[in-house]
Every structure is written in C-alpha cells, then in structure tokens.
C-alpha cells in the first residue's frame, strides 16, 4: 500500500472498530466473536489472546491495528509466528500431537467437515509425522517453517478470512470497452442475434406491408392493421417455441448450430412480451379509430363501435370488437399471471389455469382476424400431432414406479419401469405426474439413468418446492407404514368420469384433477443424481461420506459385450428404500443442449450444487462410449469398427467440475464418481480422459490460519491412502471457491480440441463462467427447461 491507500485503509479500520466496540471504545471477547463470525469458540479466543497484546481482557484499537498489521501487511516470518503461537496452545513454544488433535479438530468444525474420529487420528498423525522431523515428539517453530516451504502459495497469502470485515471495499475495476462489444461475445452469442436480428427484421416488414396497404384510412387504422399483421405471426410463433417434440427432432440436424433452440423457453417469454405490446397497441389504435368515427359520422356512437355487432366490423357478422376485447381480457390476465411476483409466491396453479387459456385465445383469433387461421394451420396442427402423440404413448406405456429410495439432503430416487420403445439420449429430459401427490401437474426433470441401462429409468428429485416436498414427505410417511402393509404404496385413484379424463387428458395432458401444491421453485426443478447405471459399488458407501445404503442382489445384463450392474427389485431392504407400485405418466423425453457434448472435442462439464443434475447420465454414457471407442480401435473386426462410429464420439478429453457448498452434498453423486474412476483406472491406467475437479466452498482455503494446518494434513493422507477424506475419491477436493482464471488457462493449455462448456447451476455463477469462456474464447451452454 502506498501513503494514500495506507491512510484509508487506518480510517476504515476505524469506522468499523467504532461500530463493534460501543461506547467504552473497546472490544471484549463476546463482541469479537461476534464480529469476526466464528464458527468455533477455540479459533476466536486463540485470536483474541493474541491480540489482547496487555492481556487485560479487552482489545483496544491500537492492539486491533497492530494485529492487522501483521497478518495484512506483515512478513512471511511474522505471519508464520502468529500461525505457530495459534497452534502453540499451552505456550509451551513447541507443539505436540495432543495440541495439533485439538486444532485440526476445530479446523474441521470451522471448515463444516465430519470425519469420524479414527480419520482425525489418521490427519494428526500424517501431519505430525511428516513436521516432527528430528523425531523428538513435537513440533518445533523451525519444523513448521520447513513443513510449510511445501505450500509457498500458502504463505505469500497466509491471512484470517474472517478479518475481511476490516479491509476497505475496492472499487470495482473498469474494463476499456463494453463485453457486448468483443468479439468473443458476438462468438459466443452469433446464434441468438441473428435470430432476433430476423425476429426483428419480419415484424417490421409484416408491419411495413400491413400500413401500406390502409395508408389511406388514416393514421389509427394503418397502425391498428399493423399492429394486427404482426400478431397474426406473433400469436402462432409462440405457439412454435413450444413443439418440444418438433424442437428435440430439430436438435439432430444442422438446425441446431443456426438458431437457439437451447433459449425457446426465454424466447416464448420474450414473444410473449411482444404479443401484450402488439395487443395493447392494435386495441388503442382501433379505439381512437372509433373515436373519430363516431365524431365525423352520423351513424354510430363510440359504444355501438365497442360493444355491438351493429357496425358489422368483422368477418363473421360483425363480431371484431367484441371478440378484441374479450381477447385483450385474456391476454391482459394471461400476462398479468405469469409474472414473477404470481408463480414466485407460491401461485403455481394460477399461473397453470390462466395459461390454458390459449385455447380460447386461438378459437376468439379465427373468429377475430380473417388472416389468422392461414398462420395457424400448420403449427396449430402440429400441436394438435405433438398432444395425441403424448397421449397415447402415456396411455400405452402405462408406467408404474416400482422402487422409491430416501436419499440425504432430502433427495428422492425413482426407480421407473421403463416402457418399450422409450429411447432417450444422456441429458435428456421428461415431464413427470405422479396422479397421487397432484393429479393435474406436470414438472420436468433430467433422466439420471444413461441410455445404455435397460429396464429402468432413473429420477433423483431434490425436495426444494411445495410439490417437491410433498412427494417426499407422502414416501416418508408411506415408507413408516409400508413396514407393517406393504401395499400401502399401491393406491389407486378415484375413477372419473369418461368424459372428464377425455377432457383432461386431450387438453391437459393427464386423466385427473387435484388442487394444486406446486409453486414456481417447482418449474426449474432439477434431478440429483446419486448412483451410476454401470456401478457394482451399491452394496457399499464411500469411505469419505454419511450414509450407507446396501441391496441385497445385484443381476448382470450384457451389452456390446460390457456387462451393466441392475439392482434387482425383490424383498424388502431397509427403512428407506421400499418396493412400490404407483401409478406416474411421462411426457417426453425432450433434448437440451447437452446433445452437443458428444461432438465436441474438449468437453467442460460444469455443476454447482444441485445443477449436477444432468450430468448423471451423460458421464456414464461418456465412458461407455469412451471404452466402446477403446475396443472399436484396437478390434480387427470391421463390423464392430462401423457400429461405434454411428455413436458419433468426438470427444478427445472431458473436464468435470462440481462445486458444493458443504461435504454433506456431495452424498448424491459420489458412488457413480467413484466408480468412473475405477474404471477407468482399470481399462486405461495411464489415460487421462475424464479428469475430475471437486470443490467445497464452505471449507476454508489453504491460506487461511484457520485452515491451513487441516489442508496440508488432508494433502499428506490423501497421497498416503491415495483417495480424498472428505469424499473418498482419488480426486482430491479443493477448499473454496474455483479460481476461474487459472482452472480457463489450464484448459485452454491443454490443446485437446475446441474446448465446449456446458454449465447447469445459478444465473449469477453463469455470468462469471460465460464472461471467462468469452475471454478464453470457449463456447459457452446453459442448462435450461
């Protein structure tokens, strides 16, 4: 820091001192623990001590700047002694392994990691073991020293995180031109504004033909016609961004790489939006019309222009007006009940009811507008294809989950008999009823299961809506009572009229009816995966994480001479895993933009948290493929070589990134991780193909005093055991949040081919991910539904 910055920085440390210290100017241990948010008591009187520099059991707030001196702006030596003096409980000047116990203990505990007790013996002892170096039975400040020149990153930066409270906020830094206006931007996004470019460019042109054509009625009705014109397109495009059948077909061919058919939900949003616009316009337009009407001519007043069929404005007797209005009704409702503030408070069934709507709104369009039914004909006619075609394969497949499995964290596994002729690529994903948790409500979500796993389908559903919760709360509840009746999960529901399952399920898409318990959290509902398809591992839980979970038989099915791992569905296993047989229907399945990932050549893979989610299948049709491709190669028959290059494997190299917030998370996909790396070590030790990076943001990073003493053990035991703690995967998990730069300039070393990111996770972690593919010039995906 130079003078000015120093100067600052003292003001600051000032202000904030003044806010936590009250009125005696001093701060005692209670409001320093407050301040600083400790999770662990021992941290913050190890601190505290140190800082009361006069011991008198308050810190002033020249003993806070002197301690924020040092561990700011103090040498690589002094930071080194006040780690030493932490450690050094009894101050006895050296450390031994009773001491270095306690402390990783409470680096646990302020890391949010649980270990049982016998792996925190095994850290001490590694950590113990590899400082002690002379032998002697405890640790000396020197043997630190020496045991930390194996981290110099960790001392260049060593400071308490918690103190960041007391730096001054920087200003953000400006970059020399607009991100919208570099070329990786225009790279990234060329797709999407071409398309809105040629959105754009035919409205005008319908807008420009329409005006034209009654220049010479006046200003209202050239507008009115316009406006009129465009909503003939418009109302039938939005129609078109919702064939998800037509969009999913669409994304096998060249289609896929010219327009956005990963953004048709935010399109059909933004349609939507210029649907209300057009409407609010065309009916203004021809109100004023009328206005000047009923003032230039003697023949009708204004309400007669409004409300009667009179005038005989309208191609079926007269009927315009009074069908305009009751469509700028509808509209106007439609619009109003799909705003955040409707479906994010809990209001899911309004949002559904009035979106049904659309029904009316096409039948009042043919009756309002003689042009409309030309547009519509066609997509009007594939919606009508698309809904029977769902229907009767729902009817025909009549699908039953046959298994229900309580995972942590809330998470519910379905286990779904897979129909016949129900093919799906990884990453693909279906819209799920369940008749007994709500009878009308249809939620998506990813297929965890790959492809290549016959028989079955797998659903992992976190709990994180109203209907979410519900589903697990019913199998919860059904799961206590299954131990006593076992068909206590086979109900069915009440039969309904023939007319009314007709209705349903031709309009609706399912045969019965309930009030609604889903709210918008719901909508963008997410799987979790847990297991893989092609693991052997499910009679054992990994070493590193809670919770175990055992079958009692496991059957092999041959595929293309690999042989796929099926838990076999008999008797009864454990509290909460239960057979059942209840009745569910599915719509789909539907492709995302995942489908590129197997014709890229470098493949990112990026999850955060629960946006996992759809990599559960697509990693293990990856290393199907990956050792399909392996055997193709090196097999001399010609047949075999042909069958794998119709699976259209590109990939080369493939990245795989999960951030969690805590250890307890990664519970859901650690066995299915466990197992890719098993067989790949197995199939192609020296290969580095699928590479792994795990990181856990509630753990404190490396140069945090209150950390760096856990990391360095958790380093020394996970090259003894060769495997995690905290996961009990090879790969190791890194503390804190991704350093973007540095993971980008890897990859982009790498050189294994045009390197593709497909991210799934928050919007906010998607900016930052999007902007770094932007620099590095990486293609960049988003999960959406």
């Known amino acids: 820091?130079?003078?000015?910055?120093?100067?600052?920085?003292?003001?600051?440390?000032?202000?904030?001192?003044?806010?936590?210290?009250?009125?005696?100017?001093?701060?005692?241990?209670?409001?320093?623990?407050?301040?600083?948010?400790?999770?662990?008591?021992?941290?913050?009187?190890?601190?505290?001590?140190?800082?009361?520099?006069?011991?008198?059991?308050?810190?002033?707030?020249?003993?806070?700047?002197?301690?924020?001196?040092?561990?700011?702006?103090?040498?690589?030596?002094?930071?080194?002694?006040?780690?030493?003096?932490?450690?050094?409980?009894?101050?006895?000047?050296?450390?031994?392994?009773?001491?270095?116990?306690?402390?990783?203990?409470?680096?646990?505990?302020?890391?949010?990691?649980?270990?049982?007790?016998?792996?925190?013996?095994?850290?001490?002892?590694?950590?113990?073991?590899?400082?002690?170096?002379?032998?002697?039975?405890?640790?000396?400040?020197?043997?630190?020293?020496?045991?930390?020149?194996?981290?110099?990153?960790?001392?260049?930066?060593?400071?308490?995180?918690?103190?960041?409270?007391?730096?001054?906020?920087?200003?953000?830094?400006?970059?020399?031109?607009?991100?919208?206006?570099?070329?990786?931007?225009?790279?990234?996004?060329?797709?999407?504004?071409l398309f809105l470019g040629g959105y754009v460019c035919l409205n005008v042109l319908l807008f420009t033909c329409a005006a034209l054509r009654h220049a010479e009625f006046g200003i209202w009705l050239t507008l009115a016609k316009g406006c009129g014109q465009c909503l003939n397109f418009n109302c039938t495009f939005v129609v078109v961004l919702m064939l998800r059948r037509c969009l999913t077909w669409l994304r096998a061919t060249w289609v896929a790489g010219v327009l956005p058919l990963d953004q048709n939900i935010l399109l059909h949003q933004l349609v939507g939006y210029v649907v209300v616009a057009l409407t609010a316009v065309h009916t203004g337009a021809h109100v004023a019309n009328f206005v000047r009407m009923s003032q230039t001519q003697d023949s009708y007043c204004l309400w007669e222009y409004l409300f009667t069929t009179r005038p005989g404005i309208g191609w079926i007797y007269g009927t315009a007006s009074l069908s305009g209005l009751l469509l700028q009704l509808l509209v106007g409702l439609m619009f109003v009940c799909s705003c955040p503030f409707i479906r994010k408070s809990g209001h899911f069934a309004v949002f559904y009811w009035t979106h049904l709507s659309y029904i009316f709104i096409w039948a009042l369009l043919t009756v309002h507008g003689p042009h409309f039914w030309k547009w519509f004909v066609v997509p009007g006619f594939l919606f009508l294809v698309e809904k029977i075609v769902g229907v009767a394969l729902m009817h025909i497949r009549g699908l039953h989950i046959v298994e229900v499995n309580l995972l942590p964290s809330k998470v519910t596994h379905l286990v779904i008999k897979r129909p016949p002729f129900f093919h799906y690529k990884p990453g693909d994903y279906v819209y799920l009823n369940i008749p007994v948790i709500a009878k009308y409500e249809w939620h998506p979500f990813t297929i965890s299961s790959a492809p290549e796993q016959p028989g079955i389908i797998w659903l992992h559903i976190r709990s994180l809506?109203?209907?979410?919760?519900?589903?697990?709360?019913?199998?919860?509840?059904?799961?206590?009572?299954?131990?006593?009746?076992?068909?206590?999960?086979?109900?069915?529901?009440?039969?309904?009229?023939?007319?009314?399952?007709?209705?349903?399920?031709?309009?609706?898409?399912?045969?019965?009816?309930?009030?609604?318990v889903a709210t918008n959290e719901d909508e963008m509902i997410e799987i979790l995966s847990y297991t893989s398809t092609t693991c052997p591992s499910w009679a054992t839980a990994s070493p590193g994480v809670t919770g175990r979970y055992s079958f009692e038989k496991r059957y092999d099915v041959p595929i293309s001479n690999t042989s796929i791992f099926v838990p076999q569905v008999f008797g009864k296993l454990d509290d909460n895993r239960q057979h059942c047989n209840i009745k569910c229907y599915i719509d789909g399945p539907y492709g995302t933009h995942t489908r590129r990932i197997f014709t890229s050549e470098h493949a990112v893979l990026i999850g955060a948290g629960i946006g996992i989610t759809p990599f559960a299948s697509i990693l293990q049709s990856i290393m199907y493929r990956y050792h399909m491709r392996q055997q193709a190669s090196s097999s001399q028959c010609p047949i075999q070589r042909e069958a794998f290059k119709n699976q259209e494997m590109k990939l080369q190299k493939v990245d795989f990134i999960w951030i969690n917030r805590d250890q307890k998370s990664f519970e859901w996909f650690v066995s299915l991780l466990t197992k890719l790396e098993v067989d790949q070590a197995k199939r192609d030790p020296e290969g580095c193909f699928l590479e792994m990076h795990l990181f856990m943001t509630s753990a404190l990073s490396k140069n945090d005093v209150k950390a760096i003493g856990l990391q360095m053990a958790l380093d020394l035991l996970a090259k003894k055991e060769k495997r995690d703690s905290i996961t009990g995967l090879k790969t190791r998990t890194q503390p804190g949040r991704p350093d973007w730069n540095q993971i980008f300039q890897k990859l982009s070393e790498e050189r294994a081919g045009k390197v593709h990111v497909f991210f799934c996770g928050s919007p906010a972690l998607a900016k930052v991910i999007r902007a770094h593919c932007e620099e590095f010039n990486f293609r960049f995906f988003k999960e959406h539904f």
């Open 1 to 193: 820091m130079d003078l000015e910055d120093d100067t600052q920085w003292l003001e600051w440390v000032a202000k904030q001192f003044e806010n936590i210290a009250g009125d005696d100017q001093e701060i005692d241990l209670e409001e320093f623990k407050a301040a600083l948010k400790l999770k662990e008591s021992f941290f913050a009187e190890r601190f505290f001590a140190l800082f009361d520099a006069d011991g008198s059991g308050t810190i002033s707030l020249d003993e806070l700047l002197e301690a924020l001196k040092l561990l700011i702006h103090g040498s690589e030596t002094d930071k080194l002694r006040f780690l030493f003096q932490v450690y050094d409980v009894d101050g006895s000047g050296s450390i031994d392994s009773d001491e270095l116990r306690l402390v990783l203990k409470s680096c646990l505990r302020e890391s949010s990691i649980s270990l049982p007790e016998e792996k925190l013996d095994d850290l001490t002892v590694a950590l113990f073991e590899s400082a002690d170096t002379d032998k002697s039975g405890s640790i000396t400040f020197e043997e630190l020293r020496g045991e930390l020149e194996r981290f110099p990153e960790v001392m260049e930066n060593l400071t308490i995180s918690a103190a960041n409270w007391l730096k001054p906020r920087r200003a953000p830094r400006k970059s020399g031109a607009p991100r919208c206006l570099s070329p990786a931007y225009w790279q990234n996004n060329r797709s999407q504004f």
């Open 465 to 516: 809506g109203q209907w979410t919760n519900r589903l697990y709360e019913y199998f919860v509840h059904h799961c206590k009572l299954s131990n006593n009746n076992p068909e206590c999960l086979a109900r069915n529901p009440r039969k309904k009229g023939w007319s009314q399952t007709w209705v349903q399920k031709c309009l609706l898409g399912s045969s019965d009816l309930d009030p609604s």
